[in-house]
């Protein structure tokens, strides 16, 4: 026998009550290939079938809105926001146990940060404030986001309920285990950040206040879903539409954050950098590590991992305890499998996601490169 090459990226691990074979994990990526209505389709089954197939530990499935208001962001995502959009993702659940591998649901409101919304007209966010850049084009934007208007105090105890249904919707049909999308610039996120969030009540203003509706939405997720469902939020600093953004408060800001969500009884933290595992604010460790010494909880690293030394030494310096990986997976859904036997993975190409970021172009840049 060969000697295992990355001895702890290819072993076993618990997420909350989850076992996985190993701590590669498919980080969430949005494909907007559901129907127009937010129904998951064949097509995704194929898809998250493939990784399911290819290895991974676990498949966390994109960014999914929870309710039939303001919380779809873009065209074609899917949603988890009524029975019949429940029911559509039965296939992908049973593609991913058909190989042993478990799947969790990551969900998500846009806030701001929405370019497409089949259910109401506008946008909700913690102030008015239109979002920095301009729309995402893999995703069917263009121009300029629209201007939000401010959340109301019921809006804000809807919307957390709406974060516990949608997961408990997730859970009924098999799911093994749920994301809150708290990142990336997001409606949480613009909670989080200070440029998007000048309200001057309970939910504005220092960091503990800010971070409040993270917890709010925490716990009630936490609360609905049986315990014996891992529930795990995702935090980053930078944002779809700000790749410069870094915590105000440095390290204090993350000594209240992640103490913060851990109190709110879930099981891990994902924490997303799209530039890796590199030294946050002037701490010396990254935002991941970061997180795992002010809570010791089980914290999945993200970002840049796809090569599997820097996965390997993410592990074993613990800026966590699972990787999550993007492009990476993206690209060659049998990455770990091929890893594992010394096989170079298909690398990640722009155009695998472009003119949109959805599961056809991916398949027809394979047929491309078949031919
Ligand atoms: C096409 C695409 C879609 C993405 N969609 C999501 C998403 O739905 N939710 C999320 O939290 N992050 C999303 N991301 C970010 C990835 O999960 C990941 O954080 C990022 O790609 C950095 O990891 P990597 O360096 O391994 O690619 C997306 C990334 C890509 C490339």
Redo the contacts with the bound molecule.
Sequence with gaps: MTPLRYPHLFSGGRLGNVALKNRAIV?????TSATPDGRATTIMADYYGEFAHGGWGLVIV??TYIDKQYSQGYNNQPGIADDAQRDAWKPIVEACHRSGTPVFL?L?HAGAVNQGNQWLKGSIAPSPVQPKGEQID?YGGKGPFQMPRTITHAEIKQVATGFAQAAKRAADIGFDGIEV?G??GYLLDQFLTTYTNRRDDEYGGPIENRVRFHIEVMKAVRDTVPAHIPVGV?ISQTKVNDLTYVWPGGVRDADVVFPALQRTGIDFIHV?A?L?CTPAFDAGLSLAALAKRATGMTIIA?????DPALAEEALTKRDGDFC?????A?ADPAWPIKIQQGEAPIPFDPAM?SPL?TVANTAAWRARRAA
Aim: charged share 20%; net charge positive.
């Design positions: 980080a969430p990526m949005t494909r994109e960014a990551q998500i893999r999308h990142a990336n995702r997303s799209h890796g993200n970002g840049k991992l796809n999550a990986i993007g492009k990476g993206l996601t970021a």
